[in-house]
């Protein structure tokens, strides 16, 4: 059952401005057996009230003289026959004397065609010769924004919004999610209508609609990212930026895209079908994100391309947790990220009252009190112009927080109490020589080439070496290993001297008949011969490790030959930690 409830659909409005594919729309349904469509049928009252815009058609068709609710109680009378009805409108058409409970009666829908406004902006030139006339707005967006919000005042529900891009690039998927909506079936001979002239066109087609009569499908629509623009000039650059606004307001409305990437701008082209929701928790679809000095939905938490994130991943971060209430070790990682940025000679860096309010605004905005990962980003900031070169960067750092509902055990983290699998990496941790891990900086390349070889062998994670040979850590976590009662981690020459890392240090000191951890170079056959294996991380906690390339980690007993894969220290570890995170942290303020 679709979320428009189980009244039928007779008529269908579709609004938009000009240049929107908003009559291969209409040839689409037009296509459906069960359908009539009607073009622009409040077009001859719109040439009426403005009677200095030029047509070469205007005395043909303000002969008419029906207002505006007489057509509108006509196409009502129409849709109470067998046939659905379609009824194509032009934004600017719509006016204050309509009166909307007659458009919005028993049976009708309402869908706002929109089309980014660059592409419109861009098309128009070819047809300004028809009217002699520059239109103030061609792209009718803010016009289309009224109504969106007149419409949802007056029913209770927002009006479907259908981007024509989406549309072109997958129409299948997009006019099948419409018709869902709509409650009526999808027909597949709305893919696709014979090119020419069709009986439903307006008598205003042969001026306007030349293009179109040449497609079949939405395919052949031309006018978008797959032709190439003119130079924008400046007048059209003023255009643009005040109609992109809301052009975004209303495309984060669009079906026929994933509730994780609403909003966003990407290339045609999934990467693949794997659903969004068995990836994260669902309720991170609604959150709100810090980015610079505000709060703001995730579709629009964005930073510029010149950001130097996007320029070179220039930034430094941290994760934290929060329990009950309070962000665990906040104080620890607020210390590290300040000590990452002056190690890049950040200039700009916002105090840590800053951050901390930021943090906690982000946190109590959303509600969020326990199973939350947040992690909190500085960026070097804007750039003037693309380059590498920090001096470029004058405008002061950039704040990110993201605090997401992640519990222990879900698809973005670990199960604790299965444990994970690791292989070990080709790739070599980075040295100090090249780029000193204790940094805790945005640049991942090195960590996301051996994720990348874990995930395609089947792993978890991927166990790095360092450039002797030497265990280092995993791309993603600290890692120890229990020989006896004995624990050791590698020393942290080539890794990130992780927060948990040490609180794990300290809760083993605390432990009793287990010996202080160990910090030493260890091999990866050590590693291999283990008793036990874990690794640490903020986000992941504690998790055991089952395997290391194929082998399994337990206790060996040589006189059997059998192994043991109990793991009674690190339960011990974990059970303690979980202890000290009920004890300890922050309070987010009330």
């Given at each position: 059952?679709?979320?428009e409830?189980?009244?039928?659909?007779r008529?269908?409005?579709?609004?938009?401005?000009p240049?929107?594919?908003?009559?291969?729309?209409?040839?689409?349904?037009?296509?459906?057996?069960?359908c009539?469509?009607?073009?622009?049928?409040?077009?001859?009252?719109?040439?009426?009230?403005?009677?200095?815009?030029y047509?070469?058609?205007?005395?043909?068709?303000?002969?008419?003289?029906?207002n505006?609710n007489?057509?509108?109680?006509?196409?009502n009378e129409?849709a109470?026959?067998?046939?659905?009805?379609?009824?194509?409108?032009?934004?600017?058409?719509?006016?204050?004397?309509?009166?909307?409970?007659?458009?919005?009666?028993?049976?009708?829908?309402?869908v706002?065609?929109i089309?980014?406004?660059?592409?419109?902006?861009?098309?128009?030139?070819?047809?300004?010769?028809?009217?002699?006339?520059?239109?103030n707005d061609?792209?009718?967006?803010?016009?289309?924004?009224?109504l969106?919000?007149a419409?949802?005042?007056?029913?209770?529900k927002?009006?479907?919004?259908?981007?024509?891009?989406l549309?072109?690039?997958?129409?299948?998927?997009?006019?099948?999610?419409?018709?869902?909506?709509?409650n009526?079936?999808?027909f597949?001979?709305?893919?696709?209508?014979?090119?020419g002239?069709?009986?439903?066109?307006?008598?205003?087609?042969?001026?306007?609609?030349?293009?179109?009569?040449k497609?079949?499908?939405?395919?052949?629509?031309?006018d978008?990212?797959?032709?190439l623009?003119s130079?924008?000039?400046?007048?059209q650059?003023?255009?643009?930026?005040e109609?992109?606004?809301?052009?975004?307001?209303?495309?984060?409305?669009?079906?026929?895209?994933?509730?994780?990437?609403?909003g966003?701008?990407?290339?045609?082209?999934?990467?693949?079908?794997v659903?969004a929701?068995?990836?994260?928790?669902?309720?991170?679809?609604?959150?709100?994100?810090?980015?610079g000095?505000?709060?703001?939905?995730?579709?629009f938490?964005?930073?510029?391309?010149?950001?130097?994130?996007?320029?070179?991943g220039?930034?430094?971060?941290?994760?934290?947790?929060?329990?009950?209430?309070k962000?665990?070790?906040?104080?620890?990682?607020?210390?590290r990220?300040?000590?990452?940025?002056?190690?890049?000679?950040?200039?700009?860096?916002?105090?840590?009252?800053?951050?901390?309010?930021?943090?906690f605004?982000?946190?109590?905005a959303n509600?969020?009190r326990?199973?939350?990962?947040?992690r909190?980003?500085?960026?070097r900031?804007?750039?003037?112009?693309?380059?590498?070169?920090?001096?470029?960067?004058?405008?002061?750092?950039?704040?990110?927080v993201?605090?997401?509902w992640?519990?222990?055990?879900?698809?973005?983290t670990?199960?604790?109490?299965?444990?994970?699998?690791?292989?070990?990496?080709?790739?070599?941790?980075?040295?100090?020589?090249?780029i000193?891990?204790?940094?805790?900086?945005?640049?991942?390349?090195?960590?996301?080439?051996?994720?990348?070889?874990?995930?395609?062998?089947?792993?978890?994670?991927?166990?790095?070496?360092?450039?002797?040979?030497?265990?280092?850590?995993?791309?993603?976590?600290?890692?120890?290993?229990?020989?006896?009662?004995?624990?050791?981690?590698?020393?942290?020459?080539?890794c990130?001297?992780?927060?948990t890392?040490?609180?794990?240090?300290?809760?083993?000191?605390?432990?009793?008949?287990?010996?202080?951890?160990v910090?030493?170079?260890?091999?990866?056959?050590?590693?291999?011969?283990?008793?036990?294996v874990?690794?640490?991380?903020?986000?992941?906690?504690?998790?055991?490790?089952?395997?290391?390339?194929?082998?399994?980690?337990?206790?060996?007993?040589?006189?059997t030959?059998?192994?043991?894969?109990?793991?009674?220290?690190?339960?011990?570890?974990?059970?303690?930690?979980?202890?000290?995170?009920?004890?300890?942290?922050?309070?987010?303020?009330?």
């Open positions: 059952m679709s979320e409830g189980c009244t039928p659909t008529i269908i409005h579709v609004w938009s401005g240049r929107s594919l908003s009559t291969a729309l209409m040839y689409s349904f037009f296509q459906r057996p069960d009539k469509a009607v073009d622009e049928p409040l077009y001859s009252h719109y040439l009426k009230k403005h009677a200095s815009s047509r070469p058609y205007r005395h043909q068709m303000t002969l008419e003289t029906e505006e007489e057509v509108l109680k006509k196409l129409e109470k026959g067998e046939k659905l009805v379609y009824v194509k409108h032009i934004v600017k058409q719509f006016t204050s004397d309509i009166d909307m409970s007659l458009l919005c009666s028993s049976g009708s829908k309402h706002i065609l089309r980014n406004p660059l592409e419109i902006i861009m098309s128009w030139n070819r047809k300004e010769a028809i009217h002699n006339e520059a239109e061609p792209t009718n967006m803010f016009q289309l924004v009224q969106f919000m419409l949802r005042k007056h029913t209770g927002p009006p479907l919004v259908v981007d024509a891009g549309l072109k690039r997958d129409a299948q998927n997009v006019l099948s999610e419409m018709c869902t909506r709509l009526i079936p999808f597949t001979e709305q893919l696709s209508w014979p090119p002239p069709k009986s439903c066109d307006g008598m205003w087609a042969s001026f306007w609609y030349d293009g179109v009569h497609t079949s499908g939405f395919s052949d629509c031309t978008g990212v797959d032709t623009y130079a924008i000039t400046s007048s650059m003023d255009l643009y930026r109609s992109l606004h809301f052009y975004e307001l209303l495309r984060v409305h669009a079906i026929g895209q994933d509730v994780f990437s609403r966003l701008s990407h290339s045609p082209g999934a990467v693949n079908s659903s929701d068995s990836l994260t928790d669902p309720r991170n679809a609604d959150i709100l994100v810090w980015v000095d505000r709060l703001v939905p995730r579709e938490a964005k930073v510029s391309v010149f950001d130097s994130l996007a320029q070179g220039d930034g430094v971060w941290e994760g934290m947790r929060v329990y009950d209430g962000v665990f070790k906040m104080e620890e990682h607020l210390d990220l300040m000590d990452s940025a002056r190690a890049l000679a950040y200039e700009g860096v916002p105090s840590r009252d800053y951050l901390r309010i930021a943090i605004n982000t946190l109590r509600g969020m326990t199973d939350v990962h947040v909190v980003t500085l960026s900031g804007t750039k003037v112009t693309s380059s590498m070169n920090p001096i470029f960067n004058i405008f002061g750092c950039v704040v990110l993201v605090a997401e992640k519990p222990v055990g879900n698809a973005a670990y199960d604790n109490n299965v444990g994970i699998k690791l292989t070990s990496a080709t790739v070599r941790r980075n040295s100090p020589n090249c000193d891990s204790k940094i805790h900086h945005c640049n991942m390349i090195n960590n996301i080439l051996p994720k990348i070889q874990a995930n395609q062998t089947g792993a978890e994670d991927a166990l790095m070496l360092d450039p002797d040979g030497y265990v280092s850590e995993t791309n993603a976590t600290n890692v120890f290993i229990v020989k006896g009662e004995v624990v050791s981690t590698p020393s942290p020459d080539f990130l001297p992780g927060i890392r040490r609180t794990v240090i300290d809760v083993v000191a605390g432990l009793e008949g287990i010996p202080p951890v910090e030493r170079r260890i091999s990866l056959s050590e590693f291999y011969s283990a008793d036990e874990f690794t640490t991380g903020t986000m992941g906690e504690i998790t055991p490790v089952t395997s290391i390339d194929g082998r399994p980690i337990g206790y060996y007993d040589n006189s030959t059998t192994l043991d894969s109990r793991r009674p220290i690190t339960e011990r570890i974990q059970s303690a930690y979980h202890r000290l995170t009920e004890s300890e942290g922050i309070a987010i303020p009330e």
